[in-house]
């Protein structure tokens, strides 16, 4: 029990849809003398789920609902899920933003909080005043922020705006001295909401070698939210999965991301049909419909099973692998195969899309499927249709390197030497 830093029990919060408040004084008083005496709010109501794509005549909604954990000293714990899932307002309680309706939040240490940008500045105050005043929110001394001072400019590259107000900083300025404050000034406890995709690249990929060494250099621990798949299997050694305010899975970072990509992948592919006649069954990767792993010597087979109403002269089929940015890797097409297409007659048909071994390198990727006529003309589609996460097999490339080979495609060219 010594090692454990941080425990949620029975938390819980209520959210009221539309106005706020119980609808007469006399009741807000009775709320807020329950909240004094320490007891339970008696106007909180059963609610909804939260489903923020499901019309409901409910007044009130869980965000949260009963969700238990606890996290280990230097610990780097992933909290994932959809949009509208609960992970920015477990932050928020954990970080002691907002009070939960139920449960208790039990920690050691000081906790410093990344929630969104610009999260305790002031934008009239400079960016070098500002680092005294987020310090000092944070609970460190003057003497404590002073020695800290140089490093947390030049970690954040705005040295050169430093005495400038922060209202004139852009988003991702913004975001870099906020995260620099909170990582140099060593809480015990750092708390990071999505909020680095608003910087670029190479300050994404600093932050996240900081919170690396805060946690295994400093034997801190670090609760990190994102949607980017990548950085967090990266930089996170367990994970939990959200799902409309319950905690879906907990468990190891690589099991809770394949359920994740799994819940994307979980979708009626009929709602995706455009033409009548043309009706896809499945779509499998390697005889598997759920995301998986793969090395990058494995050859990927996707398998597409579609049924045809009537006879088709012309059917060409498309994949498209998207990396997680949601940047186009490679197309994969039928087109090549035959100058009239397929010519099919009706019934039950499978066709297979092969892509070599050493193709991909490490990452996420995102598959959407197409089928279209020569002319382009297309009839049917359906985005995110598989999800699936390539590693590195060591054996042509991270061994013989002694690195991970860059960009997201790796193609052995063809090597001609003129004696």
Not at 200 to 220: L, Y
Not at 368 to 378: L, T, V, Y
Request: charged share 25%; glycine share 8%.
């Amino acid at each position: 029990m010594s090692d454990i830093i941080l425990k949620a029990e029975n938390i819980s919060k209520q959210y009221r849809l539309g106005n706020v408040g119980s609808g007469t004084l006399r009741d807000d008083f009775k709320r807020s003398w329950a909240k004094i005496r320490g007891k339970e709010d008696p106007f909180l109501k059963v609610g909804a789920v939260n489903d923020c794509s499901q019309k409901s005549t409910e007044d009130y909604v869980w965000a949260l609902r009963d969700i238990n954990f606890e996290v280990q000293q230097g610990e780097v714990l992933g909290i994932i899920g959809k949009n509208g899932a609960g992970k920015s307002t477990l932050l928020k309680i954990l970080s002691r933003v907002t009070a939960p309706s139920t449960g208790v939040i039990k920690s050691r240490g000081r906790i410093a909080s990344l929630l969104e940008v610009g999260t305790g500045f002031n934008h009239e105050l400079t960016g070098r005043e500002n680092i005294f005043l987020n310090g000092a929110i944070l609970g460190m001394t003057k003497t404590e922020i002073s020695s800290k001072l140089d490093e947390i400019i030049d970690f954040s590259g705005c040295e050169r705006y430093i005495d400038t107000p922060t209202k004139r900083y852009s988003s991702g300025m913004t975001v870099r001295l906020a995260f620099a404050v909170a990582a140099f000034l060593e809480p015990e406890i750092l708390v990071v909401d999505e909020v680095l995709a608003v910087g670029d690249a190479e300050f994404q990929k600093k932050a996240i070698g900081k919170m690396q060494d805060i946690s295994k250099g400093e034997g801190r621990t670090v609760l990190f939210v994102s949607h980017n798949m990548t950085s967090v299997r990266s930089l996170c050694s367990r994970g939990i999965l959200l799902e409309k305010g319950l905690v879906k899975m907990s468990g190891s970072i690589q099991e809770v991301v394949e359920d994740y990509l799994a819940i994307s992948n979980n979708r009626s592919i009929g709602k995706q049909l455009i033409n009548k006649w043309l009706n896809i069954t499945k779509i499998t990767l390697n005889n598997s419909a759920k995301s998986q792993e793969f090395y990058n010597g494995d050859i990927l087979k996707f398998d597409i099973e579609f049924q045809l109403l009537k006879d088709q002269r012309e059917v060409a089929f498309c994949l498209c692998i998207y990396d997680e940015s949601g940047s186009l890797i490679v197309a994969l097409n039928t087109y090549h195969k035959n100058a009239d297409f397929f010519k099919l007659q009706e019934g039950l048909h499978n066709v297979i899309i092969v892509l070599d071994r050493y193709i991909l390198n490490n990452g996420i990727y995102i598959v959407d499927f197409f089928a279209n006529d020569f002319e382009g003309n297309i009839y049917f589609q359906l985005k995110n249709a598989l999800s699936f996460i390539i590693i590195d097999d060591n054996f042509r490339r991270g061994e013989f390197f002694k690195k991970k080979w860059n960009g997201a495609v790796s193609l052995l060219p063809e090597v001609i030497i003129l004696k």
